[in-house]
């Protein structure tokens, strides 16, 4: 019996090396039928494969040297949500335009260079921004400087680009001056300036409103800038601003003011304001019965504090920088995806901004090879059309001025519901009008020995 036993087991093993030899049959085919020759793939051809996923884990070029880029916001005190939307929207960006590809220190890669982003605050004070741009220069080497909220910092900034001959990409501050007056070849912006908020609302209010407008502003440079913008705006549509109106920035009572307006015979009357003072503002426009009389119309901020803002403004016009809503484009479905995926709610009103900065940088980076000097820089972002979160963005190559679509919208709802999974969905509005980039004829602004390279562009 133990024989027997070893001669099977000496059987067993016997047929486990041959068919080891043979390669592999399959389970139906006879025991004694040898495989078809195509069935079994020469030795030779099994490692044949092996060499994609290599090509993918180790890259043929080395990388490049870490490109550093400062981005200066308003982290605290009252614009400190912009400066978070301003640093979300940047690193998005990065992420979108790299593909997701990063280095093992977990930085995206543009054009070769891992990028790392060094953030500070400069708490709305133009002279911090400036010590921080110089320390981020000088002692932590950074060649970009990106930002920041607050268009008093954007305008000191200006000087410290010149100086080091390094570029200055400017978002969210949107005064004119910035590409206007403190103008140099090494800054460039994606923002929006004042003159696009204007453009945007007069043009749809003298064509489907009406062409007599009234403005209430508040009392001080911002106020009357915006005044003058609007004047012109207006005349270029047809219209005309028949009361220029202005109030004291701790004004509680409107009464005045509003019925000046009311008095005039305007169709429209457009605000300039900001802070808590435009809920007494709304509130009183609709005891005097203002919201009825004409068209009321302003600038639609941020979501988060939104109701408590324009709680009395339902069924008002407004202009909008970015909405998600608003935007329909795959870049604006990604992001809308990533941000509700890392940070639990949709984009703000000035992410897309920061978004598309790092967007409009990559591209020019990916121009030059990587190289991040300004002059190397400044040739690659002029003239520079990309896609972007709101759709196509234009830098003009005269005055640097970022052309882009601007919304009209109408409020219809100061409480939307949350989503299935309990985040805000922030849906306000109904989107009335969402422009072409370059539907807006807006101004070029340079002065001194800058002036002529306005060419024929439309001045103020």
């Not at 003159?195 to 009357?224: C, P, T």
Request: glycine share 10%; with cysteine; hydrophobic share 40%.
């Amino acid at each position: 019996m133990k024989r027997l036993l070893t001669i099977l087991t000496v059987l067993i093993l016997a047929s486990l090396v041959l068919g080891a030899c043979v390669q592999q049959v399959t389970p139906t085919a006879e025991p004694t039928q040898p495989p078809a020759p195509t069935q079994a793939p020469p030795p030779t051809q099994a490692p044949t494969k092996a060499p994609e996923p290599v090509q993918t884990e180790e890259p043929v070029v080395e990388l490049g040297p870490v490109l550093k880029i400062g981005q200066i916001g308003q982290l605290s005190g009252a614009l400190a949500l912009y400066g978070l939307q301003q640093t979300r929207g940047f690193e998005l960006g990065l992420e979108y335009a790299s593909g997701g590809k990063t280095d093992e220190a977990g930085r995206y890669i543009i054009a070769n260079r891992p990028v790392e982003v060094l953030v500070r605050d400069d708490e709305g004070n133009p002279e911090k921004a400036v010590q921080l741009a110089r320390e981020l220069i000088e002692k932590d080497g950074v060649e970009i400087i990106q930002g920041p909220s607050s268009s008093a910092s954007a305008a000191a900034l200006t000087t410290v680009a010149l100086e080091n001959k390094i570029i200055l990409m400017v978002d969210p501050a949107a005064s004119a001056f910035i590409t206007g007056q403190y103008f140099n070849p090494y800054v460039f912006r994606t923002s929006r300036t004042n003159y696009d908020d204007v453009l945007v609302i007069a043009k749809y209010l003298v064509e489907n409103v009406g062409s007599k407008f009234a403005h209430i502003g508040i009392d001080n440079a911002f106020g009357r800038g915006s005044g003058a913008a609007l004047a012109y705006a207006v005349a270029q549509y047809g219209g005309e601003v028949i009361a220029d109106i202005y109030a004291p920035l701790e004004t509680t009572d409107f009464t005045p003011y509003i019925q000046q307006a009311m008095d005039s015979g305007a169709d429209c009357l457009f605000l300039t304001w900001a802070g808590t003072g435009y809920v007494t503002l709304f509130q009183q426009l609709g005891d005097l019965g203002a919201l009825d009389q004409m068209q009321v119309a302003t600038g639609f901020g941020d979501n988060a504090s939104f109701a408590a803002v324009y709680g009395a403004a339902v069924g008002q016009i407004g202009l909008n920088v970015y909405h998600y809503t608003a935007a329909n484009t795959e870049i604006n479905k990604w992001l809308t995806e990533k941000h509700l995926e890392k940070y639990n709610e949709p984009p703000d009103l000035f992410t897309a901004g920061g978004m598309a900065s790092a967007l409009a940088l990559a591209a020019a980076l990916e121009k030059t090879g990587g190289d991040a000097s300004g002059d190397a820089m400044i040739p690659a972002l002029e003239g520079l059309k990309f896609e972007g979160p709101k759709g196509t963005y234009y830098i003009r190559p005269e005055d640097h001025v970022c052309l882009q679509p601007m919304n009209i919208l109408k409020l219809v709802d100061i409480n939307p519901p949350l989503d299935d999974k309990g985040r805000p969905t922030y849906k306000f509005f109904e989107t009335v009008y969402v422009t072409k980039y370059d539907e807006l004829a807006v101004p070029c602004t340079l002065t001194g020995e800058y002036e002529s390279r306005c060419g024929d562009l439309p001045r103020p």
